[in-house]
């Protein structure tokens, strides 16, 4: 197996265990041997990498920006914009909406900040690698940063009317839907009124009503966003442009991750009907993930496969002038 497939496993595994757990499916002992894990399969495969003595590059990033700065200003630029997107962010939250609490949001603009900060701190040979990490919190900052927080303005919707809405329509009305072909009676509920979570399903257990609340986290607006702007990034690093077959394969993700997550709240849900709720809970906190990262992660080893093979081939990281032959 080549190392960045190695890599790739190992990264979808600590994603997967960070996720899970900011969402409150948590499961500490799950969390732990994900992250456990996947750090040893990363790193396992950065020591291969590292063996091979690939060409040093200055990176993805920096190749863009050279076409209207020198390298030497990028290098200066690069921190100074870094600082500039944690200090903007942080006051334009504190003056402006008056908001002191951490969301989502915040620990992404953060980390995108700091990726600027540290672009070249550590060995060149993992300038792919450092490009990616920009990439993907940088789209992970227009998405939920730039996108959601200006459509929330414009709107004028508060952050739990928009959510109570996109659980309703993309994940609890799915759900039903799906448990009413397993032959479960199952009935959605929306509610608006601000007090506890927005939308349930009810569901019998020995002829008792219960009731499970959807999460902010079980939105998929999430885990869409999340994969997105992976994805993005993968391509964009691996291949240097976007046709309409990564477009494609872009749009299979997202359904992938919209059915996945669909498929996921499903079986939590139909396991609570058939041995109660600490089954349920087990379920949502333990396996559910692991349902969730099984779906992602077969589908990107088939969908990278299917772009490898296209007549749109990686570029290479350096071009080497062969000496001609002579007879």
């Given at each position: 197996m080549r190392?960045?497939?190695?890599?790739?496993?190992g990264?979808?595994?600590?994603?997967?265990?960070l996720y899970?757990?900011?969402?409150?499916?948590?499961?500490?002992?799950t969390?732990?041997?994900?992250?456990?894990?996947?750090a040893?399969?990363?790193?396992?495969s950065?020591?291969?990498?590292?063996?091979a003595?690939?060409?040093k590059?200055?990176?993805l990033?920096?190749?863009?920006?050279s076409?209207?700065?020198?390298?030497?200003r990028?290098?200066t630029?690069l921190?100074?914009?870094?600082f500039?997107?944690?200090?903007?962010w942080?006051?334009?939250k504190i003056?402006v909406?008056?908001?002191?609490?951490?969301?989502?949001?915040?620990?992404i603009?953060t980390?995108?900040?700091?990726?600027?900060?540290?672009?070249y701190?550590?060995?060149s040979?993992y300038t792919?690698?450092?490009?990616?990490?920009v990439?993907?919190?940088m789209?992970?900052t227009?998405?939920?940063?730039?996108?959601?927080?200006?459509?929330s303005?414009?709107t004028g919707?508060s952050?739990?009317r928009?959510?109570?809405?996109?659980?309703?329509?993309f994940?609890t009305?799915p759900v039903v839907?799906?448990?009413?072909?397993f032959g479960?009676?199952?009935?959605?509920?929306l509610?608006l009124?601000?007090?506890?979570?927005?939308?349930t399903?009810a569901?019998?257990y020995?002829?008792v009503l219960?009731?499970?609340g959807?999460?902010?986290?079980c939105s998929?607006l999430?885990?869409?966003?999340?994969?997105?702007?992976?994805?993005l990034?993968?391509?964009?690093?691996?291949?240097?442009?976007?046709?309409w077959?990564?477009l494609?394969?872009?749009?299979?993700?997202l359904a992938?991750?919209?059915?996945?997550?669909?498929?996921?709240?499903?079986?939590t849900?139909?396991?609570?009907?058939?041995?109660?709720?600490?089954?349920?809970?087990?379920?949502?906190?333990?396996?559910?993930?692991?349902?969730?990262?099984?779906f992602?992660?077969?589908?990107?080893?088939?969908?990278?496969r299917?772009l490898?093979k296209?007549?749109?081939?990686?570029?290479?990281?350096?071009?080497?002038?062969?000496?001609?032959?002579t007879?």
């Open positions: 190392s960045e497939w190695v890599l790739l496993s990264s979808l595994l600590v994603m997967a265990a899970n757990h900011y969402l409150g499916h948590s499961s500490y002992f969390e732990i041997v994900l992250v456990a894990v996947g040893s399969l990363a790193v396992f950065l020591r291969r990498m590292s063996a003595k690939p060409e590059r200055d990176g990033l920096v190749d863009f920006l076409r209207f700065l020198s390298r030497e990028i290098a630029l921190p100074i914009v870094g500039a997107v944690i200090l903007v942080s006051a334009w003056f909406t008056g908001q002191a609490d951490l969301r989502m949001e915040d620990f603009v980390l995108f900040g700091l990726s600027l900060v540290l672009y701190v550590g060995p040979e792919m690698q450092k490009d990616f990490i990439f993907y919190l789209f992970l227009i998405v939920f940063a730039v996108i959601w927080k200006s459509y303005l414009i919707e952050y739990s928009i959510t109570a809405y996109s659980e309703w329509y994940i009305i839907g799906l448990l009413r072909l479960l009676e199952v009935e959605a509920e509610d009124g601000g007090i506890g979570l927005s939308n399903i569901y019998e020995n002829d219960l009731r499970i959807i999460g902010s986290g998929g999430y885990s869409a966003g999340l994969f997105f702007s992976a994805f990034a993968f391509v964009i690093v691996r291949y240097h442009r976007i046709n077959r990564t494609t394969a872009l749009g299979l993700g992938v991750t919209w059915f996945a997550n669909i498929f996921r709240m499903a079986i849900i139909w396991v609570g009907s058939m041995y109660g709720h600490p089954a349920l809970a087990f379920v949502h906190s333990t396996i559910g993930i692991l349902i969730f990262v099984a992602i992660t077969v589908f990107w080893f088939l969908i990278v299917w490898d296209s007549p749109t081939e990686p570029l290479p990281t350096a071009q080497t002038d062969s000496a001609p032959t007879k």
